[in-house]
């Protein structure tokens, strides 16, 4: 997962040291050496900033991973993470108020296995603290907070366990591997990476209402993937439980290997990343029970540093879901700038949504959308500690059915922030 740009910051090895040389000094530490010391890319002889969540591909112009880390023995640790503080605010019959806490704190761990590396990684959220109604979100749908009703106007919490998985990977040659990667929960290969690891939304509190057209399935219950790198294209095919998560948010689940997706992805120069995939899921819907689903994706995502100091991102993104007789699409474009601990970011979205008048997949598809922009700053605190305050403001767009249920055609949301960042 990439953080925030670091001016000056630097992924490469001392001068005449290999990264396998660096590893046999005990007890470096980031910033001992400048920030020369960098994780190693996990699946193949790459850039580290290429790998996102799951096994999904970012830019290799993207921010390198930034957090404390060490060396213990052969092994090489790292952490990071985000605690966000947030004040909700959406407008309207459909809208509400809530305080919450949501984020993440990662853990990773690499080790030389014969020519390739092995990797283990471990992801909590602190959603689960919001309840299981998740918090105020309008246009989003998605899951139940009970087991019998679905959230509507609402993004569900995240389960405590967002990703426990580990990967074992060999070089075939200079710039050629193969992998495989396992997880419970983990993410299959399926989508861009998730909307709270790509670079150019990742510093918004706020879900996008194109979650479960894009990249809900980043945390399945169950996942093996195997995949093949020839340089810059990746092929990967990968067997997962298709069902969301259910209202249980503190547990580990478990279920059949039902479900098949394919992706193909392709970094063409260091600052894009493209990737399309296709996915077959097996009772996806906790409410849908045997209505099976196929989703398609393609994304194009863009890294790079556009001035002295200045560092952005962006993201298109495209995904459909086709149950029974009918396909609803949903689009995302994303983009967000640092600078000097500002970043700014922002979003636009259209979705077909049959779900806004609790009809689960038999309701009529409504045409719905939203534009939210945002900023925050950062402040460090201390080595590889921030705190940050930011706020967003969203305008959502409803047909004009919907606008008598929302008490306007463009109602709005705004939430306001603090966050402390491992960085």
């Given amino acids: ?60 112009a993207s921010s390198p991973m930034g957090g404390p880390m060490t060396m213990s023995g052969d092994w090489m640790l790292m952490a990071h993470g985000t605690v966000n503080l947030v004040y909700d605010h959406q407008s309207g019959p459909r809208g509400d108020n809530k305080a919450f806490v949501s984020g993440m704190l990662m853990g990773m761990a690499q080790h030389p296995l014969g020519n390739g590396k092995l990797q283990l990684r471990a992801m909590l959220s602190p959603d689960p603290l919001m309840g299981p109604r998740g918090y105020p979100l309008l246009l989003a749908t998605g899951e139940t907070a009970n087991g019998r009703t679905p959230l509507i106007d609402r993004q569900h919490p995240h389960d405590l366990f ?49 979650h479960h057209w894009l990249d809900s399935t980043h945390i399945s219950f169950g996942v093996v993937t195997a995949g093949i790198v020839f340089d810059r294209v990746k092929l990967e095919v990968s067997r997962f439980n298709g069902r969301e998560p259910d209202q249980h948010r503190w547990n580990i689940e478990t279920g059949p290997l039902d479900s098949t997706s394919v992706r193909l992805s392709w970094n063409p120069v260091r600052n894009l990343a493209l990737q399309g995939s296709w996915g077959h899921f097996t009772d996806p819907e906790q409410l849908e029970p045997g209505v099976d689903q196929k989703r398609l994706s393609a994304s194009v995502l863009w890294a790079d540093d556009v001035a002295p100091g200045w560092h952005a991102a962006a993201t298109l993104a495209w995904g459909r879901k086709t149950a029974e007789h009918h396909s609803d699409d949903g689009y995302a474009a994303e983009g967000s700038v640092t600078h000097a601990g500002w970043t700014v970011f922002g979003r636009g979205e259209m979705v077909q949504n049959r779900e806004l008048l609790g009809l689960q997949e038999h309701g009529p598809a409504f045409r719905v959308g939203k534009v939210s922009l945002g900023a925050v700053r950062d402040f460090p605190i201390a080595k590889h500690l921030s705190i940050g305050a930011g706020g967003l403001l969203a305008v959502n767009f409803v047909p004009a059915a919907l606008a008598p249920l929302y008490g306007s055609r463009n109602p709005i949301g705004t939430m306001g922030f603090m966050r402390l960042k491992l960085h």
Wanted: charged share 15%; no cysteine; aromatic share 6%.
């Fill in 1 to 60: 997962m990439p953080m925030p740009h670091q001016p000056g910051s630097a992924s490469q090895p001392m001068p005449g040291m290999d990264h396998q040389q660096m590893g046999q000094m005990p007890g470096m530490q980031m910033g001992q050496m400048g920030h020369e010391m960098s994780m190693k890319a996990a699946l193949g002889p790459y850039p580290e900033q290429r790998e996102s969540s799951g096994t999904a591909w970012e830019p290799d």
């Fill in 162 to 210: 967002m990703e426990l998985s580990a990967s074992v990977s060999q070089d075939l040659g200079a710039k050629d591997s193969v992998f495989v990667y396992g997880g419970l929960p983990g993410e299959p290969a399926f989508g861009p990476p998730a909307f709270m690891h790509r670079e150019s939304i990742m510093d918004s509190p706020e879900a996008p209402i194109t």
